[in-house]
């Protein structure tokens, strides 16, 4: 069943990818489409019915290699902790296939699209039930190639192009320091396989290392390398600058990858190491600072972007911040649950915006949306859901899981732990204003669209350049001249109602097991608590106003976002007038991005170029390659000058070769 | 009285002269209407003595008072020399019609140094070593002018007499010198003087016969008659040049080093390393210069030589059994690429720039490919036979701890890959010439079962690396 | 007796040897060769050697010297054209030359028959008997023990016949040539016409 689970996805991968052409886009769709569809299907079902003693199974498929001491296996490691990630992954894409079968009707290279969606979740899938961290980083390797792929999907556009390569190499900066890790990992344990380090953590705890210069605990050094990893893919503070340009991707991309599944591959990471990690306080620390700053800073950019994906990117950044916090202070099982659970809800905003730019016939800039409720009625509800789950309304799936974190953050003792609850309780704030700013600019209001037609104008001012050809691949948009948005194909629809059951009914169904009473029976083993970590008792015994305040942030947020943008629709702008530097600066991204231009960007295209010009070009060719060849062309001009074709010099070229031969016979040889 | 002298070692040389001898009768009488017939009657008298060499199944046997000798190697070297005899022999009778050079002599000369190149290899005596070499010799400078009407094909027919006279002389001076100081002219009775140390003659005489070989391989620095006779003799005669008579005169070379000097194996392997040294490395540079296909192969078959006496450098069982394999392998490249130049004709005229080459591909694509797999093979890239042809000889010598030998020997073999591509890159993506004539059907049999052999050999190397090697153990 | 003839016969070969090289005059070349021939085959007769004495008379100098002196007189050599480039090489030349010939006198200087050789040079060789001439004796080892290099050695001079047919040799139109077949067929019939011939009026 696991084997069918993980490589139903490759077979559809294949299928589509090879013969694609051969086929034609339907079967291809209906082929990854159905395929994925099993998967998720048996995915649940092994989720119910699991019962493996001891919690845990193990599945060898085959020796992948062996050299020396170092054996890698490929192997399924099946667990609570595989089979939540496994219905995560599976379910959300099998709806997101049913989905873009809607959204991407008018795509000529469809084949390609499924075939990529299909590989996609194939990686993904190898990664979560990797049984080793070099089976891992395969999975790690292949999500971050078909993230590439698919962000670069419409390649014809230059930021396309630009934006998936800015994804893939700010991820390799990630990947390079995961690929550390495992190799200390694997200096320290002589194994890469799960089952061989684990047990041997606690032996190796003041174990040092030396590393740049200095010593370091090896334990932490370990973990702060694979954290590293965890924070290029789950676009943490400092690694997080190319999910908001991942957008350039079809929304269904962004859905799947850029907020339920690759993005959170981080944090599945750190709570598979949990018992690793667990035994580092220092490298836990850096994961709550780091989570807290992320869900902070993203919060603030969200608050003043007017692109619909763009907002919703980077509330997905923000809440991985959440999760990373949850992981930080040990409780690894809050950090899943808002994975499982943001899954849900942060799939069926980006799946929702896909259905109000597909009705806007690709607009995505709120300022020209409005009023949306009336022609979209049913999208406007789902949103509405998605948007009361993800600010955490009570008894949402939101709720129960980020309410948990924000309680585990202030009763942690961790170093940063109450930085952290500050942080994460005005952002919880900052959520709910900018959640619901979106809902109110694009389904409420006056409609700002009709007088315009939609998207072929000028762009305002404050549009950052780099996004300024975001409209240009409207290739494909060219259904009529029908003004007026209309509501999505059922195809669309559909996946959008079963993913509000989950956005609402997740985390009161589940949450006794994620992180209540049946604990344990849930988890079986398959986190690891360190045996003076209580954090979850500590939770439910936090002072009634901790308990209170995200409930509070979130009413205030939406107030400040009803009263801003339904009672007076002038006041954001006034504002923004009035405090020109704070909006630039927020507009703007904190600048990250022309920091890191200034920064690395540069520099490394001028040392490209020098290395290009003179490092490669005059010394290397020089010496190299021309270098040599020149003077073989020399060497070989003087000995056919040689050949001068006289007998009589050839007789002499005989005759000296034999004096020669014989003097040196004669006195210099071995005789 | 002495005894009937023993002839049965050498019957197949006693058919192949008694064929040639009635072949020159029938010639003298018929005059060139026999020249058809003597043609066919030529190559069925080299083949039926190509299978009673072969049925003599290698058997060790010493005819004429210790003079001639038939053994593995002399079995296995011969097979190989006929082949290569009967390949060129079949090749050369349309090009010649075509440019006039109709001469029934032509096959009798071949057959004459076929019979001189079997002396060769079974010579067991430094004066049936130096008969079987002039035999050889005089019938090929007789062939190289026998266009003789063409001032180039004069001139080179010329230039190799004066030159190959000159060595001769030398091979005989060193000879008489050895004769002077071991009293003996019988390899094993050298091998017996010079057991205990070899007196300064005898060194000295060896050096002199060395140098006179190493003129027949066409070795640096005693091969400067070879580019010039490959571009004037008619292609033919120059695939004839490059093929047999080079492997006879290896098949000797390694006898006399092997059999008559073991003793004294430091002093001629420094020479060995030597000219091995400096034919790899003037081979490879010199033919970078070359727009004359001819000229180029002959460049090329100098570097070859050079790689083939790697092997020998090393002096062992494996090294000997490294020239084996290496000539052979060469034998068939070298026919196929001589194959690919004499299908070289266009408008009913010989051409043989390298330029006239380009884009092949499109022209004649199977061509292109059979020089392209000759030129592979040449370059020594995997998995083509060349590849082994090299590998062996580098391992035997790197077995024998010469590794400078082979490191110089890979750098030159790099530089030589060079030449050998550009001929690739020439015939598949430069802009095509005009289209090649139909090609004569025999040369197309022999360009294309050397390809097949050459494309081929990797997947059953075995027998001839076995054949090899069971050659080489029959001289130690 | 027998020295003294040896050193004038030796004396005479090594002189006319170094004229063959060193006359200005191509055809006196010839006839020091020619000299040097004849005292090579005194020296043999001292040795005993008569059959091949007589031999070198006969074919050497009968033969090929004297064809060689036909050729050189029947050629427009311009020899002095010839020594200019011998000029120009003549430094380095001369300095191989010497190389060569100190290595020589090393070598020969070294020379010293080791009793084993001696042994195999005995072993291997028989005795000279004294009941054969010289012509018998050679003839019984050349048709029996040599038999192999003899017979090899007649090929190569068929090779050197046939080569020098091949490159030489030419039906030249034009030419008359004798027919003996046709000349001795000829009748009086067709070789003889009676003509009457008129007074005072010719043929």
């Known amino acids: 069943m696991y084997q069918a689970i993980v490589f139903l996805p490759l077979i559809g991968f294949l299928i589509a990818g090879l013969f694609g052409r051969l086929i034609g886009a339907r079967p291809s769709e209906i082929v990854t489409t159905s395929f994925l569809a099993v998967s998720a299907v048996l995915s649940w079902v092994a989720f119910f019915t699991f019962d493996a003693p001891g919690g845990m199974m193990r599945i060898q498929i085959a020796q992948w290699m062996q050299a020396g001491d170092l054996v890698v296996d490929w192997a399924f490691r099946i667990d609570r902790l595989t089979l939540v990630m496994l219905v995560v992954v599976n379910t959300v894409s099998a709806l997101v296939h049913v989905y873009s079968i809607g959204y991407m009707h008018e795509d000529p290279s469809r084949p390609r699209f499924f075939a990529y969606l299909s590989l996609f979740t194939f990686a993904m899938l190898t990664l979560v039930t990797s049984d080793n961290l070099v089976q891992m980083f395969f999975g790690w390797e292949g999500v971050g190639l078909a993230s590439y792929l698919l962000i670069g999907f419409w390649y014809e556009k230059k930021s396309a192009r630009d934006a998936a390569m800015k994804a893939f190499i700010v991820n390799r900066v990630g990947d390079f320091g995961f690929a550390l890790g495992i190799f200390l990992v694997f200096v320290l344990f002589g194994s890469v396989a799960f089952d061989a380090i684990f047990p041997r953590v606690g032996e190796l705890q003041q174990a040092t290392f030396r590393f740049i210069g200095f010593e370091w605990n090896a334990l932490t050094l370990a973990c702060l390398l694979l954290f590293m990893g965890a924070m290029g893919k789950s676009a943490q503070f400092l690694l997080h600058t190319w999910l908001p340009d991942a957008m350039e991707g079809p929304t269904p991309v962004s859905a799947l990858i850029h907020a339920a599944t690759m993005v959170t591959a981080g944090v599945f990471m750190v709570a598979r190491l949990s018992p690793i990690f667990e035994w580092s306080p220092t490298a836990l620390s850096v994961v709550v600072i780091i989570g807290a700053i992320t869900a902070f800073f993203a919060a603030t950019v969200g608050l003043v972007q007017n692109d619909i994906k763009r907002v919703i990117a980077y509330s997905t950044c923000s809440q991985l911040g959440y999760m990373f916090v949850a992981l930080g202070v040990g409780a690894y099982s809050a950090g899943i649950f808002h994975l499982f659970t943001h899954a849900f809800f942060k799939a069926l905003l980006f799946l929702g915006s896909g259905s109000v730019i597909h009705a806007m016939h690709h607009e995505q800039d709120m300022r020209k949306m409005g009023g949306l409720r009336k022609y979209i009625p049913f999208t406007a509800a789902m949103m509405t859901i998605g948007t009361l789950a993800l600010t955490g309304f009570p008894f949402t799936a939101g709720y129960f899981s980020k309410d948990a974190i924000i309680e585990t953050a202030f009763a942690s003792h961790r170093f940063g732990a109450a930085t952290a609850f500050v942080l994460l309780v005005v952002a919880a704030g900052m959520t709910s204003f900018y959640s619901w700013r979106l809902y109110f600019m694009t389904f409420e209001g006056a409609p700002r669209w009709a007088g315009g037609g939609h998207g072929h104008d000028h762009h305002h001012a404050d549009a950052h350049a780099v996004h300024g050809d975001e409209h240009a691949h409207h290739g494909h948009d060219d259904h009529g001249h029908d003004h007026k948005p209309h509501e999505s194909p059922q195809t669309m629809l559909i996946p959008l109602g079963l993913l509000a059951i989950g956005a609402l009914l997740a985390g009161f169904v589940f949450k006794d097991g994620f992180i209540g009473e049946r604990f344990d029976a849930f988890w079986a083993g398959a986190l690891y608590i360190a045996k003076d970590n209580h954090i979850l008792h500590e939770m439910h015994e936090v002072p009634g106003w901790v308990k209170l305040s995200p409930f509070v942030m979130m009413v205030a947020g939406f107030l400040v976002a009803y009263w801003f943008y339904m009672l007076r629709p002038e006041l954001p702008k006034r504002l923004a007038e009035s405090q020109p530097l704070l909006y630039r600066f927020l507009l703007n991204k904190w600048y990250f991005d022309e920091l890191y231009d200034v920064l690395f960007v540069r520099p490394a295209r001028w040392l490209g170029t020098f290395l290009w010009k003179k490092g490669d070009g005059a010394v290397i060719d020089g010496l190299g390659p021309d270098g040599v060849s020149a003077r073989v062309i020399d060497v070989t001009n003087r000995v056919v000058r040689l050949q001068t074709g006289y007998v009589y010099h050839y007789a002499f070229a005989m005759l000296l070769g034999v004096a020669a031969l014989v003097t040196w016979s004669m006195f210099g040889g071995a005789h | 009285m002495l005894p009937f002298p023993v002839l049965a070692p050498a019957l197949p040389e006693i058919i192949l002269v008694v064929g040639a001898l009635c072949l020159v009768l029938l010639g003298a009488i018929q005059g060139d209407g026999a020249r058809r017939a003597i043609q066919t009657l030529s190559v069925g008298l080299l083949i039926v003595v190509l299978g009673l060499v072969h049925l003599s199944g290698g058997k060790q046997g010493v005819g004429f008072e210790g003079a001639f000798i038939a053994d593995g190697f002399a079995q296995l070297m011969k097979v190989f020399t006929l082949i290569a005899s009967i390949a060129t022999l079949l090749m050369s009778f349309q090009w010649l019609e075509r440019e006039r050079v109709e001469r029934y002599e032509y096959s009798l000369l071949v057959l004459l140094a076929t019979l001189g190149m079997m002396m060769m290899i079974s010579a067991n005596d430094l004066i049936a070593l130096y008969i079987g070499l002039e035999l050889q010799s005089l019938a090929l400078y007789v062939v190289a002018a026998i266009h003789r009407d063409n001032s180039k094909a004069t001139e080179a027919g010329l230039k190799y007499f004066v030159l190959g006279a000159l060595s001769s002389g030398m091979l005989l001076y060193g000879a008489s010198l050895i004769y002077g100081f071991a009293g003996t002219t019988s390899f094993s009775g050298i091998a017996a003087v010079v057991k205990g140390g070899a007196p300064l003659g005898v060194v000295i005489g060896l050096v002199f016969l060395l140098a006179g070989m190493a003129f027949k391989i066409s070795a640096v620095p005693f091969h400067m008659w070879t580019p010039d006779v490959y571009e004037g003799a008619p292609t033919p005669v120059a695939a004839f040049f490059s093929a047999g008579p080079k492997m006879a005169a290896m098949a000797m070379f390694v006898r006399v080093v092997i059999t008559a000097f073991p003793a004294i194996a430091p002093q001629w392997q420094q020479i060995v390393i030597f000219i091995s040294i400096a034919s790899m490395a003037l081979g490879a540079f010199a033919a970078i210069g070359q727009t004359n296909i001819k000229r180029l192969l002959a460049y090329s078959s100098i570097a070859n030589m050079g790689y083939a006496l790697v092997g020998l450098a090393a002096g062992t069982p494996e090294g000997v059994q490294g020239v084996i394999t290496y000539m052979a392998i060469y034998l068939v490249t070298t026919l196929g690429s001589f194959g690919c130049v004499l299908l070289m004709r266009r408008d009913g005229q010989a051409v043989e720039t390298i330029g006239d080459l380009a884009g092949l591909s499109r022209t004649r694509p199977w061509l292109a490919f059979s020089l392209a797999a000759m030129m592979f093979s040449l370059a020594g890239i995997p998995p083509l036979a060349g590849f082994w042809a090299k590998f062996y000889v580098f391992g035997a010598a790197i077995n024998a701890k010469l590794f400078a030998l082979a490191i110089i020997g890979v750098v030159t073999s790099v530089v030589g890959a060079y030449y050998y591509l550009r001929i690739v890159k020439l015939m598949y993506f430069d802009e095509p010439k005009p289209a090649f004539d139909r090609g004569d059907a025999s040369v197309n049999g022999v360009v294309i079962v050397c390809t097949i052999f050459v494309a081929l050999l990797s997947i059953a190397p075995a027998a001839l690396f076995n054949a090899a090697a069971a050659a080489a153990r029959s001289l130690f | ?203």
């Open chain 3, 1 to 203: 007796m027998a020295a003294l003839f040896f050193y004038l016969f030796s004396a005479v070969l090594i002189a006319s040897a170094f004229m063959v090289v060193a006359s200005r005059n191509p055809v006196h070349s010839v006839l020091y060769l020619i000299l040097a021939f004849v005292n090579a085959a005194g020296l043999f007769v001292l040795l005993g050697a008569e059959f091949l004495a007589m031999i070198l008379v006969v074919v050497y100098v009968g033969a090929v010297a004297v064809l060689f002196l036909f050729v050189t007189m029947m050629l427009d050599v311009d020899f002095a054209e010839l020594r200019q480039g011998f000029q120009q090489y003549l430094p380095f030349g001369a300095l191989i030359a010497l190389v060569f010939a100190a290595e020589l006198i090393v070598v020969v200087g070294a020379w010293a028959i080791d009793p084993s050789v001696l042994k195999v040079v005995q072993g291997g060789s028989t005795a000279i008997p004294s009941d054969v001439s010289n012509t018998q004796a050679i003839g019984r080892l050349l048709y029996t023990k040599y038999i192999y290099f003899f017979q090899a050695a007649g090929l190569v001079l068929l090779v050197a016949m046939i080569g020098a047919i091949v490159l030489t040799l030419r039906e030249r139109s034009g030419v008359k040539r004798q027919n003996v077949a046709q000349q001795v067929a000829r009748t009086k019939a067709t070789a003889m016409e009676v003509k009457k011939a008129p007074f005072r009026a010719g043929v």
